[in-house]
């Protein structure tokens, strides 16, 4: 390709930006040709709303880590110690991802791995069951960045494939946006709340379609993103799709899931969720120390279902919070040094409580 002189500084900087990028050869090849044209174009005066959809495309381009990628860590004792210290209870849960971890070091092992070999896990169930804690401690197992899109906030299929470039105020999809920021080209993305993509049936069976596109081995090698205008190979990443029910999902999709159902916590579970993970953490965000704020062992029962029955524990940590920053208020006000919750105080630092 002949060398041109360029006209403009910003010409220059785009250019070396190109130059020094690791995208593939073909797509940098193509924006090169791209920026010769603009010079020509300065030449004649009128290159300005050009160069600033280029100067945007080269940005994203620049932004996506074509060669970055982490090593997973397949070691079963890390992942069970990790799922241990995060999720308590879920046993079978537990055990179905320790199996897909498993295979997945077996298949490493005899250098057989094959991203057709992994199924795309499916965790089912209902709110604050830990969906979306689960695939994070899955991420952290493996070693994996970790990204979250939510399905349930989009209104076109375009928020995943992008807009053309050449449109004022495109960009990339959410897909290669989620590359971008995690800065890896094989984080775990978890596409949250699938079950509320669209009312709409017209609409609804588009985004089946595109995700099917995503998720499915056998077509998301080629992944093309309307903004980017090139082929990605998404096998790379690994996929996890929540819901709280699939009832709205297609037949093909549903034929390239793995569903597995989160049960909902018992009590037991929750006073033990309650006891040791979560009025630990809210003591630390409220500035409490465990002296400062103490819940007699028998309440336990009264704090976990104030109201009736909730399947998660969201309203129990909400609960708790509303206890700590009581005990917060007390401590800064009434200059009391610590709180002792007990059955004749606990409607007072309840609220609502029937």
Known sequence: MPKEEYLFRELVSLKERVSTAKTPEELKSRVEQMLERLNRMANLGSYSSEYEIL????????????QVATNDNLDLPNAKMVLDKNHYGLEGVKERVMEYLAVRNLLTQRGKISEEHSPILCLVGLQGTGKTTMAESIAEALGRKFIRISLGALGSTLELRGRNSSDPGSEPGQIVKALARTKSFNPLVLLDEMDKVSG?????????????????????????????????????????????????????????????SMPSYTDIEKEGIARDFLLPRVRRECGLSAEELVIEESLWPYIIRPLGFDSGIRSLKRILEGIARKTAKAIVEEKVKKVIITKENLKTYISGYI
């Open 55 to 66: 100067s945007r495309y080269i940005d994203w381009i620049t932004q996506i880590p074509w």
């Open 200 to 260: 709409e049936k017209g609409l609804r069976s588009d985004f089946m379609a595109v995700l099917l596109e995503i998720l499915d081995p056998e077509q998301n090698t080629k992944f093309r993103d309307h903004y980017i205008d090139y082929p990605l190979d998404l096998s790379q990443v690994m996929f996890i799709v929540s819901a709280n029910n699939t009832g709205s999902f297609s037949a093909a999709l549903m034929d390239r899931l793995e569903v597995i």
